[in-house]
Structure formats: C-alpha cells, structure tokens
C-alpha cells in the first residue's frame, strides 16, 4: 500500500475522477428523485424504506460536498478514501433497498471498475474485496429477516464475481494507458529537445537563413542573417522596406529558377552576399527558404590560399637555387686552396664566393618571408 499504488495516473486520471464526481452526483440525484416520486415502492421490494431514504439523501449531499471541496485531490489515499466511502453507501443502499432485485448491485460494480482505473494494483483488488464482501454479507443478513432473500445469493455471488472481473479488466486497461502517457511524454520531451537543438544550431550558423512566406513576410530569421543584412530583428516584418535587393533576387529566381542569383549588397558598407533560394511547402501555402553567403570572407579565404601557395612554391624554389650554390659556393673554396692556383685565378675564386654569399643571404630573407 505504498505512494505508488494509490498515485493518479497524470492529467488523465484528474479527467477521468471529474467525471467520476459528476457520475456520482447524477447516481444521488437520481435516487433522490425516485424516492420523491415515490416509485421505489413500484420498483423495489424496500428493507427500510425510511432509511433508503435518508441514505438516498446522504448519498447526494455528500458527493455534491466533496465534488465540490475535493475537486482535484493530489494524493492516492483521498481518492482511496473516496472508493471506499462510495462502495459502503452504495453497500448501504443496497441493503436498504432490499438486496439484488433493486440493481444497486450494479452500481457497485461501475464504481469498482472506477476506483480500479484511479488506484493501480492491491489497493484496486482491496475495493473490489470489499464490495464483494459487502454484497454476499449483506445478503445472507438479509436472507436472516426474510427466507425468500436466500434465493439471491446466486445473483450477489455473480455480482461479487463481476467486481473482481471489471478490477482486473480495468488495471489491465489503465495499465496499458499509463505506459502509453509515459512513451507519449517521453517522445514530447525528445521532439522538443530537438527542436530547441536545431533552433541552436540555426543561430549559431554563420550563414544567414531566412523562411518567408507567399507575401515575403519574414517567419523566421537567424542571428547570422541579422548580422549580414544589418538588421536588429526582421521576424513579422516585411523583406520589401528592409532589403529590397533580396526581394529583386528572390523575384528573379521564381522568373526562371535554373539561373545564378547575382551577388548582392544590402547596405552600402555591408558584405557582398551571394543569396540561394529553396521552395518549402507549408501545407497549401508555399513559403521561401533564403540561404545568404558572406562570399567577402570566401574571397578573402581565397585569397590567403594564393598568398600560402605562393609563399610554399618560393620557399620550394628558394631550396632548388640553394642546394647548387652550395655546391658552387665549395668548389670556389677549394680552388682558393689549391698551390697551382695564380693571383688572379684566386682572385676570380674570391668573387664566386663573395657573390654565392650574397646570394645566400637573399635566399635566406625569401625564406624567412615565405
């Protein structure tokens, strides 16, 4: 009899305990007005008339009450308190009204098999118990005052029988709909933490996105959009006053849709955007999805690719030219080492070493800026 057997089964079970209370309330007002119109005497051999009626009275006045004071009770063991109290004055007024002929019994089964929907395992096997209990007890009593009630402990065991089929039937049912709120809640939290990623994702992009609809209203933009158009917000207005540019483009595109859309600015000191458009099918409306390319930063990329191409090729080129001055650069001093050698052909060794130097030296700076 833990917290978790007696918990209502989330805003389904808050439902299905309103109407409950209504059932309740309809059950009390009819038995009131049949007492009023005196035809219980017609239609039931009555126990105790007088106390059927007071307890016709009790029964309405109490579930109008607590309708009205209980109306959404947080905790199980109201709601068991509630089950209780209905299966022991339908009980009452079954006895009062003079056993199974009066079909109170059957009253006693729909509200087991509602009580079984709100409270989940044991304890809807407890209520069950006890109307069963109720039925047979109550009928042997009466059996004890009048011989010919004897004749009805068939119809109250079938009847007991019936609230343990309708518990069982019923857990099996909300058990089966409490699983499938839960899938529900937990596939509503995955769509919505998805959505929250990809509305992340599409203000965190660089490349500006915009969706307009069939009268070039802006549904929706990204900061990077905002950034590249120089706009504050864009969301609700439309794209006419703010770029008209991209609308120009945009009309061109729907023109012949095959072609290039030119580059475009949207301010005059802005970046070169190259627009893209894609068709999106909103139900019967038609919308526009806008990709904007900040193509001034591409250029730029481009150009910086160029300046390390080049700066690699004269770094390659540098290496080539230094490996044969090297190479220059030695013969020239073993000649300068040579005893054969005159002035002047030492002289001429001096000025290959002096110029392979120099051109050392202005391979290492071309080096050093590549």
């Not at 805003?11 to 109407?19: C, D, K």
């Not at 770094?315 to 300068?336: D, K, M, T, V």
Request: proline fraction near 4%; aromatic fraction near 4%; glycine fraction near 6%.
């Amino acid at each position: 009899m833990g917290t978790e057997s007696l918990a209502l089964p989330g805003s389904q079970g808050q439902r299905i305990l309103r109407v409950y209370h209504l059932y309740r309330i309809a059950i009390g007002l009819a038995l009131v007005l049949l007492i009023s119109s005196d035809l219980h005497d017609d239609l039931m051999r009555m126990r105790s008339p007088a106390l059927f009626h007071y307890g016709a009275w009790l029964y309405l006045i109490l579930n109008t009450l607590i309708a009205v004071l209980a109306y959404k009770p947080r905790q199980g063991l109201p709601i068991l308190s509630l089950a209780l109290m209905d299966v022991i004055l339908l009980s009452a007024l079954f006895y009062f009204a003079g056993g199974t002929p009066s079909g109170i019994g059957n009253l006693l089964i729909i509200a087991v098999a509602i009580a079984n929907i709100l409270l989940h395992g044991r304890i809807g096997l407890l209520i069950a118990a006890i109307a069963a209990i109720g039925l047979i007890y109550l009928t042997f009593y009466l059996s004890l005052g009048d011989p010919d009630a004897s004749r009805q402990y068939p119809q109250a065991a079938a009847l007991g029988t019936l609230c343990f089929a309708a518990a069982l039937l019923v857990q099996g049912l909300s058990r089966r709909l409490r699983v499938s709120e839960e899938l529900a809640r937990q596939r509503a939290e995955e769509v919505a933490n998805l959505e929250a990623l990809n509305a992340l994702i599409l203000q965190r992009m660089r490349t500006g996105i915009l969706v307009l609809d069939s009268r070039q209203r802006v549904l929706l933009a990204n900061q990077g959009a905002l950034e590249l158009l120089g706009q504050e917000s864009l969301v609700g207005e439309r794209l006419a006053p703010r770029c008209p540019e991209l609308l120009k483009a945009m009309q061109r595109w729907r023109d012949n849709p095959t072609l290039r859309p030119q580059n475009l600015k949207a301010t005059a000191d802005g970046p070169v955007l190259q627009p893209s458009f894609a068709a999106l099918q909103n139900g019967a409306e038609q919308n526009v999805l806008v990709f904007l390319e900040d193509i001034s930063q591409i250029a730029q990329k481009a150009q910086q690719l160029k300046l390390a191409s080049l700066g690699r090729l004269t770094a390659s080129i540098a290496h080539e030219i230094r490996n044969p001055l090297g190479a220059i650069s030695h013969a020239a001093q073993l000649l300068q080492e040579s005893d054969s050698l005159d002035q002047s052909d030492q002289r001429l060794a001096q000025i290959i070493q002096d110029h392979s130097r120099r051109m050392n030296l202005v391979i290492e700076n071309v080096l050093q800026l590549s």
